[in-house]
């Protein structure tokens, strides 16, 4: 079975500074993974997902995340936030035979600090 | 993008009455969508598969009786909140999977209050 760990339930932050939100995965086969971002009372949108190819993927709102097989993370940057990217963030694992069931992490909480 | 919606957006109900949510996929047709569950400053619970035609597959704890989940078409799949109570007041999340992509697309949750 996949489980995901995002170490940190809430990370505060100065804006327009850098901020990397750590995800880590347990897996016995390949996964995929993903980054969702959840403003408050919405659903969850997609930031990015690494399927295959380049290890470094880029998203929108200017996050970024890097796989990184041998240490099982896929940790999101971004090298300068703003406000609005106060929300909560959640990593998800699914295999890739089964594509099917998604497992996610705790959720990790962003506060942007004027 | 995909978009979800979902109906209703907030429901208040009585203990012992029963609820349903609908879930739909508007610009695509999902064969798997999923009903999640979520705690206040807690991670998603999935509490189902629904599969378009067929019977949903629930997670270990969810029960089935409770949480009728009906998948009649690619673009609709509903919960139905059987008999609620108090401790079924939750924030019901839904999702459309984009199999060729392997994303899932959400909807904007569901706020349930059982009085």
């Known amino acids: 079975a996949q489980s995901v760990t995002q170490l940190d339930s809430q990370v505060p932050v100065f804006e327009e500074a850098p901020v990397e939100l750590r995800c880590n995965y347990s897996s016995s086969v390949s996964v995929y993974l993903f980054w969702y971002v959840q403003y408050p009372n919405q659903g969850l949108q997609l930031l990015l997902k690494y399927l295959s190819g380049s290890t470094l993927v880029k998203g929108i709102n200017g996050f970024e995340a890097e796989f990184n097989k041998s240490q099982t993370s896929f940790h999101l940057r971004k090298p300068s936030v703003h406000i609005s990217d106060t929300a909560e963030y959640f990593c998800a694992v699914t295999e890739r035979d089964t594509g099917n069931q998604f497992y996610f992490g705790t959720g990790t909480s962003l506060t942007v600090i004027p | 993008g995909a978009v979800v919606s979902q109906h209703p957006s907030r429901v208040i109900c009585k203990s012992g009455t029963s609820v349903k949510i609908e879930c739909r996929s508007l610009?695509?047709?999902?064969?798997?969508m999923f009903w999640y569950r979520q705690f206040p400053k807690q991670s998603l619970m999935l509490m189902a598969t629904s599969n378009e035609g067929s019977k949903a597959t629930y997670e270990q704890g969810v029960e089935k009786d409770k949480f009728l989940i009906n998948h009649a078409s690619l673009t609709l799949s509903t919960l139905t909140v059987t008999s609620a109570h108090p401790e079924d007041s939750s924030f019901y999340i839904c999702s459309a999977l984009l199999g060729v992509t392997y994303e899932q697309y959400f909807g904007p949750g569901t706020r349930l209050t059982v009085t």
């Open positions: 610009d695509f047709q999902a064969t798997t």
